[in-house]
């Protein structure tokens, strides 16, 4: 099988988000439009607004809703702050014209040490059935970060590790069963609409253990990631191989 790099969020969220089982582990999204913005601001206290092509966490803009019809604007390491009336405008301003974007519910993660955190998944189809290769956690570096990207300063850390500390009272390895299972049911659906041989999700956990599909790449990135576990790191290139000699 000759394995696709799909770059859209929106192609490969429209079947998740078709799935009846699937579709509850996906943010409501949509395309941006000043309709839709109006409708999920009454709907969510977070948004977030993203390149519908892109990577690293570029280009995304989060919106959180505040008393007295106010609202927070944060982008690129900034913080704005204006009347709910003139969002619109004020997200347009920092959108790239010669880009699609996205509108998606914003999901309040769970903290580790009073950061958010979202967890990377890789899965491999080395023969015929998809495999995990590699889990890990990614830290933001600060409690207000936007994003928990590594590009942004986000820390892989241990997948057990995390779960086991942090800030809510949840069950780690029943969160870490869930994870997983939901994280191949995305990669099953995903392998059934597109020529997939690997996928890297990054997958979130709300502050009550609800497990979240956050992002989709099909070209997922292991810069770095040889050094942090070695273990799993020679996981995913056994898997790369068996791939090759098909």
Same mark, same amino acid.
């Given at each position: ?8 969020? =929106? ?5 998740? =988000? ?18 839709? @913005?109006?409708? =999920? @601001? ?14 690293? &966490? ?9 008393? +007295?019809?106010?609202? #927070? ?16 405008? #004020?997200? *347009?301003?920092? $959108? ?24 990377? /998944?890789? /899965? ?14 990614? *830290? ?22 995390? /779960? ?14 869930? @994870? ?13 609409? !597109? ?5 890297? @999700?990054? =997958?979130?956990? +709300?502050?009550? &253990?609800?497990?979240?599909?956050? #992002?989709?790449?099909?070209?997922? +990135? ?5 050094? !942090? ?12 191989? $068996?791939?090759?000699?098909?």
């Amino acid at each position: 099988m000759t394995h696709t790099i799909i770059r859209s969020k =929106m192609k490969k969220g429209i079947p998740l =988000m078709s799935d009846p089982i699937i579709s509850h582990h996906v943010p409501e999204t949509n395309w941006f439009h000043a309709s839709t @913005l109006r409708r =999920m @601001l009454r709907a969510y206290s977070t948004l977030y607004i993203k390149p519908d092509i892109g990577r690293q &966490g570029n280009g995304i803009i989060r919106i959180k809703k505040l008393a +007295d019809a106010k609202c #927070e604007i944060a982008y690129g390491g900034t913080t704005s702050w204006c009347s709910s009336k003139y969002v619109y405008d #004020e997200v *347009v301003k920092r $959108m790239n014209p010669r880009k699609k974007y996205l509108i998606q519910q914003g999901i309040e993660l769970a903290t580790y040490r009073k950061r958010p955190f979202d967890v990377r /998944l890789v /899965l491999q189809k080395p023969l015929n059935r998809w495999q995990l290769t590699w889990i890990s956690a990614k *830290v933001a570096p600060k409690a207000t970060s936007i994003v928990t990207n590594i590009a942004k300063g986000a820390k892989d850390t241990k997948i057990i590790r995390t /779960l086991k500390g942090i800030d809510q009272s949840l069950k780690p390895y029943k969160v870490l069963e869930e @994870l997983i299972n939901v994280s191949y049911q995305v990669a099953q659906k995903l392998g059934s609409q !597109f020529p997939l041989t690997i996928v890297g @999700l990054d =997958m979130g956990i +709300d502050k009550k &253990g609800k497990v979240w599909f956050i #992002e989709a790449n099909t070209r997922p +990135d292991f810069k770095g990631l040889r050094k !942090f576990d070695p273990v799993q790191y020679q996981r995913y290139l056994r898997a790369k191989k $068996m791939l090759r000699k098909r």
